[in-house]
């Protein structure tokens, strides 16, 4: 009779652990090949969802951009009017012209005055 031979355990355990890592990279090969699909899957679906934001963005900075011309213009608008509404103490003194009145027509006025107070105290 032949003698058994007895199991070589270091084989046993290299084979063993050369099948679990095998089985390990073909789950993980398969895995990735699953995530591909559904990334690619979603890809279209992913770009509409882009464009979409880009474009509500876009709206949303056209807005701000209108609300800030408004509000710069009320302000405009508000300062324009305190302008107009003061006037300028110079433009008193300097830009309306002043008629020269000579001493014979301040004369000529006294004169005047006292004429008409004087027909005033007659009746």
Known sequence: MPKKMGVNSKAEEARARKSSTEAER???????????YWREAEGS?????KKR??????RAEAAARKAEARRLAELEEKELEKAVKKPDKKVGRVGIPVPKVTEAELRKQKEAEQAALE???MR
Do not use: I, T, Y
């Open 26 to 36: 073909k789950e993980r090969e398969a895995r990735e090949k699953d995530e591909q």
């Open 45 to 49: 679906k992913s770009r509409a969802a």
């Open 53 to 58: 934001e880009e474009e509500a963005e876009k």
């Open 119 to 121: 027909k005033s105290r």
